[in-house]
T-cell receptor, first 116, second 113 residues
Framework: AQKITQTQPGMFVQEKEAVTLDCTYDTSDPSYGLFWYKQPSSGEMIFLIYQGSYDQQNATEGRYSLNFQKARKSANLVISASQLGDSAMYFCAMREVGGSQGNLIFGKGTKLSVKP | DGGITQSPKYLFRKEGQNVTLSCEQNLNHDAMYWYRQDPGQGLRLIYYSQIVNDFQKGDIAEGYSVSREKKESFPLTVTSAQKNPTAFYLC????????????FGQGTRLTVV
């Protein structure tokens, strides 16, 4: 069974608008972390934001925020005021403290295209 | 500057040959990882290591081998036993304890010719 599910293979957003990229996860470990990475066409993986399972508040980093709904096992990424440079693949990932020595498990990604 | 370096950026291999992808980090991280990425797919774990001279198989280790003789280095060998090696390979490192992000290299694109 997939542990990280990203249901949107591709998304379009108008420049300067906000966009939400969906991510749901599956774990029985009470302690885990959720991560979002951006992968531009050059291929490198750029860390965007982190949310811990015990964090009371949603994480924010500049234009990025994470809408964490623990009961629904959902960790959606919200990008505000989209820019052309935001066009890239976005990956949601999870690290379980108890399993697999803390390896990052990735979803299949969402390709975001920002239209001018 | 601290970071993680992969080389080469592009690699071509003839069928039946072994090739080694280099990964070096100067972040003083104990944990290092190798992932494979196929077009339109997420990253799949090949091998990981949490300490020098120790490593474990990930989800798709068949046809690959690694070594961890130094903390800074975690080379990946793609052997002739790997039937479909053409892919993008990413190396990452992280501290072991705590929920911290992994830092990635620039990747190596391997093509079998």
């Amino acid at each position: 069974a997939q542990k990280i599910t990203q249901t949107q293979p591709g998304m379009f957003v108008q420049e300067k608008e906000a966009v939400t990229l969906d991510c749901t996860y599956d774990t029985s470990d009470p302690s885990y972390g959720l991560f979002w990475y951006k992968q531009p066409s050059s291929g490198e993986m750029i860390f965007l934001i982190y949310q811990g399972s015990y964090d009371q508040q949603n994480a924010t980093e500049g234009r990025y925020s994470l809408n964490f709904q623990k009961a629904r096992k959902s960790a959606n990424l919200v990008i505000s005021a989209s820019q052309l440079g935001d066009s890239a693949m976005y990956f949601c990932a999870m690290r379980e403290v108890g399993g697999s020595q803390g390896n990052l498990i990735f979803g299949k990604g969402t390709k975001l295209s920002v239209k001018p | 500057d601290g970071g993680i370096t992969q080389s080469p950026k592009y690699l071509f291999r003839k069928e039946g040959q072994n090739v080694t992808l280099s990964c070096e980090q100067n972040l003083n991280h104990d944990a290092m990882y190798w992932y494979r990425q196929d077009p339109g797919q997420g990253l799949r774990l090949i091998y990981y290591s949490q300490i020098v001279n120790d490593f474990q198989k990930g989800d798709i280790a068949e046809g690959y081998s690694v070594s961890r003789e130094k903390k800074e280095s975690f080379p990946l060998t793609v052997t002739s036993a790997q039937k479909n090696p053409t892919a993008f390979y990413l190396c990452a490192s992280s501290i072991v304890q705590g929920q911290t992000e992994a830092f990635f290299g620039q990747g190596t694109r391997l093509t079998v010719v």
